[in-house]
């Protein structure tokens, strides 16, 4: 079983240390809060059937550089982000 990373376990991974000069994450959500990526084949669809059952998003789906992403909140306050990856080759890195 792979691991998933996640904001929270990267640091506790062995052998991983921080960035020379990077800092701990202070977004709106608090240092302390936990942010998932999800792969999902169609972002706005479930965009829209998560918000339908109460979801509360922080960020509707919005074209992006890599894909589609969305950002919602959890009952515990973590982010889950959505994201539809877009379609990539070899030449997509020239």
């Known amino acids: 079983m ?3 990373a996640t904001s929270r376990s990267r640091s506790t991974w062995p052998g991983w240390r921080r960035p020379p000069g ?3 994450s202070t977004t709106s959500c608090g240092a302390d809060a936990a942010r998932f990526g999800i792969a999902t ?6 965009f829209d059937e ?13 074209d992006r550089p890599y894909g589609v992403e969305a ?3 959890d009952n515990s306050g973590n982010w889950l ?12 890195f020239a």
Do not use: F, N
């Open 22 to 24: 990077s800092r701990r």
């Open 81 to 92: 982000v959505l994201v539809e990856q877009k379609p990539y080759g070899p030449d997509g």
């Open 2 to 4: 792979l691991p998933i």
């Open 50 to 62: 998560l918000v339908a059952k109460g979801v509360e998003y922080i960020q509707e789906p919005s």
């Open 71 to 73: 950002v919602l909140r």
């Open 41 to 46: 084949d169609d972002c706005r669809k479930t």
